[in-house]
């Protein structure tokens, strides 16, 4: 069994958030910053087709991961591996090794309720639950055991302003979050997740059904959000992995080809078939 | 952002407490098991109805059960020809009694077996056990009869248990039933499917499926107060209440089963089908007909296996529309008598455990075959309906 | 095109054969309906015309069937909850199980008559004699009542529910489910706050259509517990009643003169009619809702 070398990031290397405005709002390095996920050599088996192969990557703490690929090739799929929602499918195999803040989530005494109580995620479709705006941030809080009162409506507002939400809905609190618009639904499934406040906010393709407007203000929330959760995305639009992204992981057809610096990424590949797809040449 | 602003689920080592292990919810658990068991039920049920209804049925099918108001007698010669074993028995003896008997004591007794057996009944027929399958099945020449027949007759000094004229009867009816609601449920939904418009089916499929919401005992009335009489002005037969009858107001229950099973069926069909053939100049209706009809013929057949089984199932209707006469006969403007109806008519005066009892449940438990088998050959026609359509999408 | 006219000729034929019977029903039976005829009793008699009421009918038929709602709805929505949120799809278990809904709906109606008989009224109710009423010479429960015939009901109307409730089920979209349980909830949390909320139109559905087929259904009560006459009312769990589904046989088969009741057969079948139809009707329009809303999310 060879194992494929872990692709780490050089130390030497800057993360930093590109864009001309210079008030990019971090500047941290990467290597200063603690190695949140760690995934070594990790396969992922739907019954006999493979999904994932072997793929090493380590997620760093407090900046924002961006997966691309073209569609299909699994980014979903292992962004799923974070929280174990690939539980959920039928006849799914995972080999290999996640570790999240030092412990195994694969391994038999953890707790998958517990573990997905800690990493949060935000799904393609928007997805509020079929009740009220409050009803929908409360719903996490109150499996955790908070009663209605003035902490449990603190928290609330404390979320929906988190997600850039509150001003816009403070009035309305109670009536349907099916009445919203595509965007202020999404943001609404973001302060949902960040209400527990989980560590890591996993992110699939959040912004894909929504007009550009909409995707302005979720990438402007995301930037906002990485001060206080790791957070993974998954997006097809390299410019968004561009504008928000601190390092960016290729993956092509179930592999992971490149995992470095976004602006390594994105002006000097280390990988040729990395340089086909960021220059549109394929996917 | 609000930070800085405590939270309360704020937590100084964010990852303790996942490795809490899984098991740790037992009432989850057991709600989970709870549930499991009782969507069990459904099996149990059925389970259940098959024993419970053949059980009781079991002592005519493993012949134990007897009818024969008389035993068989041994002529006296017996004592001589028969085992001695065979003899003791007769004469309901215990093997030490029957050793400590003399043969003239034995003699006596067998005259005296003779004599009783003279005096309960005159009727030759009296020793028969009308519960065996060949009186079940066979003609048979009763006494007072000139020639064998099949008949069912439970309440008579004789009980007559011939299940052929009950099988004719409900024949007779579901024929009928299936003539009438089988070409007409058809056309309906080929017509709700694929002619009518979108808009006009939200209405007309809704529209008859109805007729599924009339109670059974309604058609009856139906049949037995305003159709009966007014078919007979129509077709001038004798007997009012017929198979006829029965088998048309048979047909009002069943069409609701056929036309929504069939429509289901063409409706699955792709309309990519229909596409392709209209692309080639053909109308509307012969691409129903041409294409999708044959496309989805599994899914009509089952249709109609659908309607076989709940025609022969159907209670109400025949009990109150069909006259109830257990007669042998190809008309179907003769009365007539069904399984079910005999079933609901007679199990009433039954005594629980008596022979006339179990054989109503043996006819029960054949209903339930029949209806069993029915159901599981539809299912397999739609399985096979699913796989083609999936197997050419 | 004829084939295309006789469809059509076919449709409005089975739409005609409806209309018939109903407008029949509705012509005849309306004048006899009454107000009197509908909330009096059948204590004097319950062939005279001037005199008969339908009340102990009609109680008898709103108990057996709120009796039969509390055990179908519970086992159904439960089984229907287990087949699609828990079993796995391909799994035997679930075959099987659907298999035997699929048989259970399709026994007739008469053999759960007879099932009612062996198993609940001779082996439960002999049972229960044998075990709380051993000296006692009349049979308690070994005897027609009506918690027999709405146990026998049940069983009968089972798969309707779990059919109902599962086609709802299969409405929700399954990102509500994801959602609740990427927040962190349990299954079982999952099913209980988003699912079964969302299912309730479905299971409305279920069990006004199992309420409304078996206020209908005399074959399976025939031997389980209607009575031709009673002269009060069901007093216990163990008593017989009278069933409004029964009393049109009863009136359209062993009436003295058959003429003379005919208006009050009329307004008896009315009276069912009315009630099986409304029920069918409000359950077909919330069906329909629950489909469109389905087309909505997928
Ligand atoms: N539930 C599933 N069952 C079987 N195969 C799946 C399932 N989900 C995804 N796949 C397959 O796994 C591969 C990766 O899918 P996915 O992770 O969704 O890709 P991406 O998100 O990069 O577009 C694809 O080939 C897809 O067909
Ligand atoms: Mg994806």
């Not at chain 3, 039969?68 to 519970?74: C, E, L, R």
Request: proline share 5%.
């Amino acid at each position: 069994m060879t194992s494929t070398p872990k692709i780490s990031i050089p130390p030497s290397a800057e993360a930093v958030a590109p864009g001309e405005t210079g008030e990019a709002p971090q500047a941290r390095s990467a290597a200063d910053s603690r190695i949140l996920i760690e995934s070594s050599d990790v396969s992922l088996f739907y019954g006999p087709s493979q999904a994932l192969k072997r793929i090493s990557i380590d997620i760093r703490e407090r900046l924002v991961t961006a997966f691309i690929g073209p569609s299909g090739c699994g980014k979903s799929t292992f962004l799923r591996c974070f929280n174990r929602m690939n539980d959920l499918i039928d006849h799914v195999r995972v080999q290999g090794r996640i570790q999240i803040g030092g412990h195994d989530i694969y391994s038999g005494d953890v707790d998958v309720i517990e573990l997905r109580k800690r990493v949060g995620m935000v799904f393609q479709k928007s997805n509020p639950f079929p009740k009220s705006i409050f009803e929908n941030i409360a719903y996490g809080l109150r499996l955790h055991g908070m009663r209605n009162g003035p902490e449990l409506q603190g928290v609330v507002e404390q979320s929906l302003r988190g997600a850039a939400l509150w001003d816009e809905v403070k009035d309305r609190l109670h009536s349907s979050a099916l009445g919203l618009s595509g965007g202020q639904q999404q943001r609404l499934c973001i302060a949902r997740a960040i209400a527990i406040r989980p560590q890591i906010l996993l992110m699939d393709e959040p912004a894909s059904a929504l007009d550009p407007i909409a995707t302005a203000k979720i990438e402007e929330l995301i930037l906002e959000l990485k001060k206080e959760f790791t957070i993974v995305i998954v997006t097809h639009n390299m410019q968004q992995a561009a504008r928000i992204s601190d390092l960016t992981a290729f993956f092509y057809l179930g592999e992971l080809i490149e995992y470095d610096v976004t602006t390594k990424i994105f002006t000097n590949p280390g990988k040729k078939q990395t340089e086909d797809y960021v220059t549109g040449r394929f996917g | 952002m609000t930070s800085g602003t405590t939270h309360p689920l704020e937590n100084a080592d964010p990852w303790a407490g996942i490795r809490r292990g899984q098991q740790r919810r037992p009432v989850e658990w057991l709600v989970e098991r709870a549930i499991h068991a009782i969507s069990l039920s459904a099996i149990v049920g059925v389970f259940l109805i098959f024993i419970f209804v053949a059980r009781e049925a079991l002592p005519i099918v493993l012949g134990r059960a007897t009818s024969a108001s008389a035993t068989q007698v041994i002529p006296l010669e017996g004592l001589d020809t028969r085992s001695p074993a065979e003899i003791q028995k007769y004469l309901g003896l215990t093997p030490e009694q029957f050793a400590a008997l003399d043969r003239d004591a034995k003699v006596d007794l067998m005259n005296l077996k003779l004599e009783t057996a003279k005096g309960a009944s005159k009727d030759r027929d009296a020793a028969v056990n009308t519960l065996e399958w060949r009186y079940l099945l066979l003609p048979y020449q009763w006494s007072g009869y000139d020639k064998p027949e099949m008949i069912w007759q439970p309440v008579s000094s004789i009980h007559k248990y011939n299940i052929i004229p009950l099988l004719i009867g409900t024949l007779k009816a579901t024929i009928v039933a299936l003539l009438f609601a089988v070409p007409l449920s058809l056309a309906a939904a080929i017509y709700v499917s694929q002619l009518s418009s979108p808009r006009l089916k939200e209405w007309l499929k809704p529209g008859i499926e109805l007729l599924a919401g009339i109670p059974s005992v309604v058609l009856g009335f139906f049949g037995l107060l305003i159709m009966a009489s007014f078919l007979q002005e129509v077709f001038g037969y004798e007997s009012r209440l017929n198979a006829f009858v029965a088998g048309i107001a048979l047909g009002f229950a069943i069409i609701p089963v056929t036309f929504s099973i069939a429509e289901d069926a063409l409706t699955s069909v792709p309309g990519s089908y229909v596409h392709g053939a209209l692309a080639l100049g053909s109308t509307r209706w012969q691409a129903a007909w041409r294409i999708v009809l044959p496309a989805a013929i599994p899914g009509v057949f089952a249709a109609v296996v659908l309607g076989f089984g709940r025609a022969v199932g159907e209670t109400m209707v025949v009990l109150m529309a069909s006259g109830n006469a257990s007669i042998v006969s190809a008309s179907l403007f003769d009365s007539t008598r069904t399984i079910t109806a005999t079933i609901a008519a007679e199990l009433a005066e039954t005594v629980f455990g008596e022979h006339h009892y179990r054989m109503l449940f043996l006819l029960g438990a054949l209903l339930f075959g029949v209806t069993f088998l029915s159901n599981l050959v539809a299912e397999s026609f739609i399985h096979r309906l699913k796989k083609q359509l999936e197997g050419k999408a | 095109m004829a084939g295309a006219g006789i469809t059509l000729a076919a449709t409005l034929l089975i739409l005609l054969i409806l209309a018939i019977i109903l407008g029949n029903v509705l012509w005849h039976g309306l004048p006899s309906l009454s107000f009197r005829f509908v909330f009096s009793g059948a204590d004097r008699d319950m062939f005279d015309v001037n005199k008969a009421g339908i009340l102990p009918m009609l109680v008898g038929t709103a108990s057996r069937v709120i009796l039969m709602s509390f055990f179908v709805i519970p086992v159904g929505v439960i089984t229907a909850i287990y087949l699609n949120e828990y079993a796995k799809p391909t799994s035997a278990t679930t075959r099987v199980i659907r298999s035997a809904v699929n048989n259970l709906a399709g026994v007739p109606s008469i053999v759960f008559g007879l099932f009612g008989m062996g198993f609940f009224i001779h082996f439960a109710g002999g049972s229960m004699d044998r075990l709380f009423h051993p000296g006692s010479a009349e049979p308690v429960w070994n005897k027609p009542g009506i918690l027999w015939a709405s146990l026998t009901l049940a069983v009968m109307t089972m798969p309707l529910v779990i059919v109902a409730t599962e086609e709802s089920l299969k409405a929700i979209a399954p990102g509500l489910r994801e959602a609740s349980l990427a927040l962190g909830a349990t299954k079982l949390e999952t099913v209980r706050k988003i699912v079964l909320p969302q299912a309730l139109p479905g299971i409305l559905t279920g069990g006004i259509l199992a309420v409304s087929r078996a206020g209908g259904e005399v074959a399976p009560i025939l031997f389980t517990g209607a009575a031709y006459y009673m002269a009060h009312y069901p007093q216990a769990l163990t008593d017989q009643f009278m069933d409004l589904g029964y009393h049109v046989f009863v009136l359209s088969t062993q009436s003295p003169n058959v003429d003379q009741t005919r208006p009050i057969l009329f307004a008896t079948v009315l009276t069912l009619l009315l009630l099986t139809f409304t029920l069918n009707v409000v359950a077909i329009i919330i069906r329909a809702r629950i489909r469109r809303g389905m087309r909505a999310a997928h």
